[in-house]
């Protein structure tokens, strides 16, 4: 089996290098991922100026492919025929932090695994949900161990068994093997959000603004991915990115969007 792995929080990040010792085990891995952290991306591409892309050297002498562009651009710069690797799946993480709810909109993570859908593969995002003071980047011990396994054993099954046009999204505790309490197929949560805009200057009087400022809540729900990482067990999630609402179809047609045209008033 060939695997294309990438992530978000660049070719450097210890969760990149646990996936990879993982899934060595199942197939024959290709590492592209940024050459620097691209947290938050989603689909974002780069267009209007050339990818660069190198080999480098991973923590244990392993040499991957550091890009410049985002997690979306490693996987098509693979797709497309740069390392001469034709990918049967991609799998992207392990992300340092979780990817839940209606954050996988924001994801660099999860938009890569997107990516194997619109190169006809299929896609598997894996994060670990970090607990630390919103916006405190110190992680302290990271146990990426058990999910890294874990999604290298699903990652087999995905890559035989899951219907086009899906991916699916991991999400495990931080927690050692021992700790975990299982793994079940969850729903998407819903988050909200409670920034405010506030203004900041700095030394020399420049204005800028926070606007992201107060770590997002949660609505309530059982048979969520927040529920499962909550009661310390691995949340595995399918989507897809079939973005049309089939039920407002009918509505919108009894507005007769075509007199529009002529209509005034």
Known sequence: ?????????????????????ALEEVGEVLTVAPDRNRSGVGRSIT???PLHVEEREMADGVVGYACTGTPVDCVRLVA????????DIVVSGINHG??????ITYSGTVAAAFEG???????????????????????????FGPVAGFAARLMRV???QLPPGRILTVNAPNVPQGELKGARVTKLGRRFYTDELIEVRDAEGHVGYDIYNNPPGRHEEEGTDFA???NGEISVTPVHLKLTDEAGIEELESWDVKS????SG
């Open 98 to 103: 979780e990817n839940l709810g209606d954050d």
């Open 47 to 49: 267009f209007g100026t």
């Open 1 to 21: 089996m060939r695997i294309v792995l990438t992530n978000d929080d660049g070719i450097d990040a210890l969760g990149l290098l646990a996936a990879r010792r």
């Open 117 to 143: 859908i619109v190169i006809g593969v299929p896609g598997v995002a894996v994060s670990l949900a970090v607990e630390r003071p919103w916006h405190d980047h110190h992680e302290g011990e990271l146990h």
């Open 158 to 160: 995905a890559a035989k």
């Open 260 to 263: 529009l045209l002529w209509k």
């Open 80 to 87: 497309l025929g740069l390392m001469d690797f034709e990918p």
């Open 228 to 230: 499962a990482v909550e």
